[in-house]
């Protein structure tokens, strides 16, 4: 069993940055798959970034996010610059065993409680 905390949301400018952070509960952290998807009013819940030894990114994140974990501290990050009004939604962690497509919500089982991110323009 895992358990997912997010913090580090906020309101913050267009062209701001912000850095998240997932703090997970449990053994074995750094056996997990642990991936960023956010869900925005009205949309459905879509991949932003994931990492097992490295990271890998949605097309519209790339080159702005950045996913990092700290294996000794069981946290997972995402750091997010040049924010766009785009990239307001819900932000939530996910963790998973083994995922055979890891961009895809229904591979992960534990799942965080969300943290609001809102861009203003």
């Known amino acids: 069993q895992v358990q997912l905390v997010e913090s580090g949301g906020g309101l913050v400018q267009a062209g701001g940055s912000l850095r998240l952070s997932c703090a997970a509960s449990?053994?074995?952290?750094?056996?997990?798959?642990m991936s960023w998807f956010r869900q925005a009013p009205g949309k459905e819940r879509e991949f932003v970034a994931g990492?097992?030894?490295?990271?890998f990114y949605a097309e519209s994140v790339k080159g702005r996010f950045t996913i990092s974990r700290d294996n000794g501290k069981n946290t997972v990050y995402l750091q997010m610059n040049s924010l766009k009004p785009e990239d307001t939604a819900v932000y939530y962690c996910?963790?998973?065993?083994?995922?055979?497509?890891?961009?895809?919500?229904?591979?992960?089982?534990?799942w965080g409680q969300g943290t609001q991110v809102t861009v203003s323009s």
């Open positions: 449990g053994r074995s952290f750094s056996n997990y798959a």
């Open positions: 990492i097992r030894w490295s990271g």
């Open positions: 996910a963790a998973a065993f083994s995922a055979t497509n890891p961009r895809a919500p229904d591979a992960y089982a534990y």
